[in-house]
């Protein structure tokens, strides 16, 4: 880049912000004039997490005065020729700094010595310890790891998260050898035993740990792993607990906060059992993120907490930041776990950010453990690990926890600390189907946290109100519930010996037979070379003669391969020589009579060649263009050797011309040979290779390489491109999402078309984490090959998107975790060489296992690519059951309100002879802002059971309501309907009677009559009060609920409130002078199904039901309140609430008398009617 260039550059880029800020200033002054503030138009009040500002809200005069003196400077500033002018390419460029660094490995031979002194076949003993380190030894782990110094940890340290007694408690048994007393003390808690040495390794345990994750922090080593006993996520402020006595996870993660070394942790807890300890000690601290996915069986396997359940998510400032994954049934296999962290995990991690990651790394849900009972295999652990080690700048720290079965603990945390060490996740097999039990679970914690975080944004949602039409449409409504069939008993006096499950001989045989196959089959060697590099100047002859401007030029591969040079790159890999391709290979997809009419340009003169070129779409040709072309497909195919042959782990090929638009027997977009289907083809043909992924990221869509493969089942191809409606290059409706593949092909053609430009790294984030990778697991690859374009990077015009160059990195690294690491990128189109040379530069790192740099946090995906990963899942989810998640959620907030965490289990009742409880709650009542105080308990598959119990504690409900009613008609609050004011006033239950009186649907009117009508005529509650509208007398809410016990009970009826009051109703317009038709059609698809009209602007969209525009619409402009023709209904799409206030009347009575041919009656009373 030169320095005209440079400066160019800069000067644009400077008069573009100068541009921005005096555009800022002027909207500053406009919002002076508005009259009016508004909260954000999609955030719930009751959301600790903030989004951006509504275009309506007007900020203070200070915020004002200081915005405007802020741009006023700024602009001084840019005339003085200070401006600071940020680099689009500023974090790639110091990713270049960064390189891998040593892992890290600390544990102390002491630690055999804890044992049970009573018990000698108890399951935490020393050979969970002794047999870890024997495996990595022998794999020759160890010593390529640097020895990390333990230590003890010191009294303060313990004090940060453990009270003074717990410590003194287990102090006071130093050394001790008095065996009795040892167990007596021991009986006293829940799972644990007491050694004379417990306390001086436990206190070696916290101190190693926290020694190892300082090291990450501070940048000594890149990452590393504890193999330490006593473990110590179930170990509380005051309490020991299962197996553990200090938090070792939880004091250094507080040790890296409090000393800041970290800001943002994430801690993943896959130990089989909850890690309840550590959910507590963070349970209300927003800068942990705590993740456990743990047997939970609805409560009845230990520890038998309701707090392990999905709906406890926080509490205070760190409400949102707990998620549980509680599995319910045993058997979970690798596609379960896996499922786990594409679906939940990972896209929130991404969205977070975390700047330290910790793994509380139990092994008992591996295959064989006595304990858990699941049938994760050790390799899937290496995957499990590899999605988390793009994030944090590579800072992961392992912890080990659990595990209790000797032969897959050892192998399991043998292969994680493999992976920690940048080797490649060996190679899954199949992954079976996902039980429909990880598909509930999943769909409950996404509800529960979706109001908490935007990156769960891709289930539709239905109102528990709306009737479904069709079976189908059932069988998508997921139903959340909470149930729980546990007993949270505290005892005196817990078991010491004989208190765990033990195997049989043949289930012992059994174990032992499949742990040592699967051991036999994985691969674990090592290539001598982690990264091949192929590049040739000659390819650089083939140029466009007539244009030298023209986009693809040869100097894009040149800077490219300067840029690794530049920073070290090449030494660190392995060169290849590149070489021609055969007109033999060239023909395993191309038609002979097409390679010999390119052939034939290296003969022809210059004007038969401009005519020859005119025949294709986009296709310059020179003399040089036979020899380049099948130059840069032959070099591709000396990387595919290179892999294949085990001489190279992975490869990057910087080719031109490029490929991916070559079909058969045509030139197109600037391709000749389709460089990466001949190479899938090779491999397939001469390496014998079953299974070939195809990741085609480029911008525009590879219709080349798609019209090779869609009959062919054994190359999956997924492209991610700009469509724009078929109106993007190459302008064709076959890139669309309905284009899935032909015969025996179908299914492995996936398109994920964007239909605006602007598309950036929430976007192709949001893509690989819910179409590319899921599939791509479970099609279970033997090579992957990504024709790597980078014209959707950020600075390409000719692509017009925004993909950060860093970003491509981290789409490299998820791909690696395929096909034992066999992963070669094949250079196609990006015409920015400053961004083409940074962005493969960051996928050659991340292939050496580089830290690649963070995002930014809080990234969200816009609403067109939201819609286009739901057609594609939608399309895609009958080839694909990895793509079953796509279920629709309930709107409406449906779980029920919890209690404060107690801190330690000692708090909980005390009651041996408690009754086993079971728990089975549709929380029907406890929606946040429309509480009834009706707290049944019903069991979703016992709806029509109803038992005398329901029934009598419904009646009783009822008759309380009645009570209360009487005396409420004595209050001035029998006026009004239900408002934020009122929440905590004395009247709450009359309001609400009020308010449900009003809003429940009367089921046996026809539908459109004027009493089915969603705002159902009210009367006032004063006996013998009459209004000239009103027709027959209302049920009072206890006469209703008294004649419809049954209904209730059953869950057939259920009632809604309405928000009274609205802070977006300023946003509503006066109605226009046409009024309003009530069977205009959609503005976009034209249907008159369901439609919806925008109370703002008064445009018509269709409903969710439908295809969703009324939602999009209300997103994209920020129009929020929108008025149903169907029953003359409002909704907020801000407050996600139906509303009902006199500034509604006006549209409600235009539309209302459009649909009936009269006036929509006045029901608001006189002390509401002025509400603004």
């Not at 034992?820 to 961004?835: A, D, M």
């Not at 895609?876 to 796509?886: A, V």
Request: charged share 20%; glycine share 4%.
């Amino acid at each position: 880049m030169t320095e005209s260039t440079v400066n160019l550059d800069l000067f644009t880029a400077a008069k573009q912000l100068a541009d921005s800020e005096i555009e800022l200033i002027k909207v500053i002054e406009n919002s002076s004039k508005c009259q009016r503030t508004a909260t954000n138009m999609f955030t719930n009040a009751k959301k600790t997490k903030k989004s951006g500002k509504s275009k309506n809200v007007r900020p203070s005069a200070a915020l004002l005065a200081a915005k405007q003196e802020a741009a006023k400077r700024q602009l001084l500033s840019e005339r003085s020729n200070s401006t600071f002018v940020p680099d689009i390419y500023q974090r790639a460029i110091d990713g270049y700094k960064t390189m891998r660094k040593e892992t890290g490995l600390v544990f102390d031979r002491s630690m055999a010595e804890h044992s049970c002194l009573w018990d000698p076949n108890y399951p935490e003993c020393p050979a969970r310890f002794t047999r870890v380190l024997q495996r990595c030894e022998e794999l020759g782990l160890v010593q390529r790891c640097k020895f990390i110094e333990p230590r003890r940890a010191t009294e303060n340290e313990l004090l940060s998260k453990h009270s003074q007694k717990q410590i003194d408690i287990l102090k006071a048994t130093d050394g001790s050898m008095d065996s009795e007393n040892l167990e007596l003390l021991s009986s006293k808690y829940d799972c644990v035993y007491i050694h004379p040495s417990t306390y001086s390794l436990s206190l070696l345990a916290v101190g190693s740990t926290i020694n190892l994750v300082e090291s990450i922090c501070k940048g000594e080593i890149q990452n590393g792993m504890a193999i330490i006993r006593p473990p110590g996520h179930h170990a509380m402020k005051s309490e020991y607990c299962g197996y553990c006595f200090f938090n070792n996870v939880a004091l250094a993660a507080e040790k890296a906060l409090s000393s800041g070394l970290a800001n943002r942790i994430l801690i993943v807890d896959w130990d089989v059992h909850h890690g309840q300890a550590t959910q507590q000690m963070f349970y209300n601290d927003p800068r942990v993120v705590y993740f456990s996915i743990h047997r939970y069986e609805h409560g009845e396997f230990w520890p038998n907490l309701r707090e392990s359940d999905f709906h406890y998510v926080g509490e205070d400032l760190g409400e949102g930041y707990n998620f549980n994954i509680p599995l319910n049934k045993t058997g979970m296999t690798n596609a379960d776990y896996i499922a786990i962290f594409q679906q939940v995990l990972l896209p929130m991690a991404y969205e977070f950010q975390p700047d330290l990651i910790i793994v509380s790394a139990g092994y008992d849900a591996a295959l064989g453990c006595p304990e858990g009972e699941m049938l994760i295999t050790p390799a899937c652990y290496s995957h499990l690990l590899s999605l988390l080690l793009s994030l944090a700048n590579g800072k992961v720290a392992v912890v080990l926890e659990g595990g209790y079965c000797l032969k897959s603990l050892a192998e399991s945390a043998a292969l994680t600390l493999r992976t920690l060490l940048g080797d490649p996740c060996p190679v899954l097999q199949t992954l079976e189907l996902p039980s429909l039990s990880i598909r509930d679970t999943i769909l409950n914690a996404i509800y529960a946290h979706k109001p908490y975080w935007k990156c769960y944004q891709y289930q539709d949602t239905y109102s528990i109100n709306s009737v479904a039409h069709n079976k189908e449409e059932i069988a998508n409504r997921h139903v959340v519930m909470v149930t729980y069939k546990g007993s949270e008993v505290k005892l005196e006096k817990y078991e010491t010996r004989n208190c765990y499950p033990v195997q049989s001989k043949e289930t012992l045989e059994a174990v032992e037979k499949q742990l040592n196959e699967l051991i036999q089959l994985t691969n674990l060697r090592k290539t001598p070379h982690k990264v091949c590099i192929v590049y040739d100047e000659k390819m650089q002859r083939h140029c466009n003669i007539s244009d030298s401007s023209h986009p693809e030029k040869p100097s894009r591969i040149s800077s490219i391969y300067k840029n690794h040079e530049e920073h070290d790159l090449l030494q660190r890999c392995h060169l290849l020589q590149g070489r021609s391709a055969t007109v033999e290979e060239l023909s395993l997809v191309h038609s002979m009579d097409y390679i010999d009419d390119i052939k034939r340009t290296s003969t022809v003169k210059l004007k038969e060649l401009q005519k020859q070129a005119s025949d294709y779409n986009s296709v310059f040709l020179h003399p040089e263009t036979w020899s380049s072309a099948c130059l840069s497909t032959g070099s591709l195919l000396q990387v595919v050797d290179a892999v294949l042959n085990g001489e190279c782990q992975s490869g990057v090929a910087i080719v031109r011309p490029p490929g991916h638009h070559a079909e058969i027997d045509i030139a197109c977009g600037f391709c000749i040979f389709n460089n990466v289907a001949v190479a899938a083809m090779y491999a397939v043909q001469f390496h014998h290779v079953k299974r070939v992924l195809i990741v085609d990221w480029d911008v525009h869509h590879g219709n080349g390489t798609q019209s090779i493969f869609e009959e062919d089942p054994r190359i999956l191809y997924i492209s991610v491109h700009r469509y724009d409606n078929g109106s993007f290059f190459p302008n064709s409706k076959l890139a669309n999402y309905t284009n899935v593949g032909l015969n025996a092909g179908e299914g492995f053609n996936v398109n994920i078309p964007w239909n605006k430009k602007g598309m950036g790294d929430a976007e192709y984030i949001a893509a690989f984490q819910q179409v590319v990778m899921p599939i791509a697991y479970q099609f279970n690859p033997e090579l992957v090959l990504v024709s790597a374009g980078f014209d959707a990077c950020i600075g390409d015009t000719l692509g017009g998107c925004l993909v950060s160059p860093e970003l491509y990195g981290h789409l490299t690294h998820w791909l690696s975790s395929l096909a034992n690491g066999r992963i070669i990128l094949s250079l196609e189109g990006g015409y920015n060489i400053n961004s083409i040379s940074h962005a493969m530069t960051m996928c050659t790192k991340a292939l050496l296992g580089d830290p690649l740099p963070m995002l930014d946090p809080n990234l969200i995906p816009c609403t067109s690519a939201i819609n286009s990963i739901n057609n594609v899942l939608k399309t895609h989810k009958k080839f694909w059951s990895n793509l079953q998640y796509g279920m629709s959620l309930p709107k409406e907030r449906l779980l029920p309100k919890l209690k404060t965490i107690p801190n330690k289990l000692e708090e909980q009742g005390r009651n041996a002879d408690k009754l086993k409880q079971t728990e089975s709650k549709i929380a029907l009542e406890v929606i946040e802002s429309e509480k009834l105080d009706l707290n049944l308990a019903i069991d979703k598959n016992c709806l029509n059971l109803v038992t005398d119990e329901e029934i009598s504690k419904l009646t009783c409900e009822v008759e309380n309501i009645k009570i209360k009613n009487l005396h409420a008609m004595k209050s001035e609050a029998v006026e009004t309907r239900r408002n934020p004011e009122l929440k905590q006033s004395e009247t709450k239950n009359l309001d609400v009677s009020q308010s449900v009186q009003k809003c429940v649907n009367e089921t046996n009117q026809p539908r459109g009559s004027q009493q089915g009508n969603s705002n159902i005529r009210e009367d006032r509650d004063d006996e013998g009060a009459a209004s000239s509208q009103r027709e027959t007398r209302s049920t009072t809410l206890s006469e209703y609920l008294s004649d419809n016990l049954q209904a209730l009970t059953t869950g057939e009826m259920f009632a809604v409130v309405p928000l009274q009051d609205c802070p977006h109703l300023f946003t509503v317009n006066e109605v226009p002078s046409g009024g309003i038709d009530v069977n205009s059609p959609c503005a976009e698809c034209t249907s008159t199904a369901e439609n919806w009209i925008c109370l703002q602007c008064y445009t018509v969209h269709c409903a969710r039901s439908v295809n969703q525009h009324a939602m999009q619409h209300a997103e994209e402009y920020e129009h929020p309140i929108t008025l149903s023709f169907s029953d003359i209904s409002v909704w907020c799409y801000g407050c996600e609430s139906y509303i009902d206030n006199p500034r509604l009347y006006a549209a409600r009575n235009a539309a209302h008398q459009s649909k009936f041919n009269e006036a929509l009656p006045w029901t608001y009373s006189e002390s509401n009617s002025n509400t603004p």
